[in-house]
């Protein structure tokens, strides 16, 4: 076996992620979650102990990273040392906006404003079905057009018929040639470039 690397785990990281998902979503009990969290969080550890062989973080690091977002990130719930406001918001709702406006505003220190900068920072490697949700999240939150088509869509009763649907769909593409993950791929990076770039034809 070759040595460790950032890229030869990233698989294995991405497995563990659907694992934890896997076991939230069929309620396998929190003795298998706390298992498989346990498998990401093993993650986590390997890849800070391969920066910090090469001089360049560790876990502490990481750590006192995160503690630093989240109270930049969540005025509403921290106070600038740490300890906590005495009154939250309301409602998530109220939660997801204020984090919104602050991430906003960290990005207009970084990087020029442009009308589709609600949808930068996506990860392209997601699953297509998971990024096509997130993008679509992101421009509701900003106020951006919907995609096209979208409400000539008749919408399911039930998310069981949703998916039923969706599978329909990934068989009948497959079907005809299709292949339905990267049709999506490329629908979504058309909908980021159509509302990063209004008018363009």
């Known amino acids: 076996m070759g040595a460790l690397t950032h ?8 497995e563990e992620a ?11 009990g929190d003795a298998e979650l ?3 969290l346990g498998d ?17 973080f560790d876990l502490d690091d990481v750590a006192r990273g995160l503690a630093a977002k989240m109270i930049r990130r969540n005025p ?4 600038p040392d740490g300890s906590l406001q005495e009154t939250f918001p309301a409602t ?3 939660i997801v906006l204020k984090w919104d406006a602050v991430k906003r505003s960290e990005r207009l220190h970084t990087e020029k404003s442009h009308p589709g900068e609600a949808l930068d920072g996506v990860p392209a490697a997601l699953p297509a079905l998971a990024r096509a949700q997130k993008l679509l999240d992101r ?5 951006l057009p919907a995609a096209a088509g979208e409400t000539a869509v008749e ?9 039923e649907l969706l599978f329909g769909i990934v068989a009948a593409g497959r079907r005809s040639g299709f292949d339905a993950e990267r049709a999506l791929r490329g629908a979504g990076r058309r909908f980021q470039a159509d509302r990063a770039h209004p008018g363009t034809p």
């Open 7 to 14: 890229e030869s785990l990233v698989e294995y990281l991405l």
């Open 18 to 28: 659907h694992e934890v998902a896997e076991t939230i979503e069929t309620a396998g």
């Open 34 to 36: 706390k298992s498989e």
């Open 92 to 94: 998530v709702e109220e």
């Open 40 to 56: 990401v969080l093993l993650q986590v550890v390997l890849h800070a102990r391969l920066a910090e062989e090469r001089g360049a």
């Open 139 to 143: 421009a509701e939150r900003a106020g």
């Open 76 to 79: 509403h719930v921290f106070r």
């Open 155 to 163: 919408m399911p009763a039930t998310e069981e018929e949703l998916g």
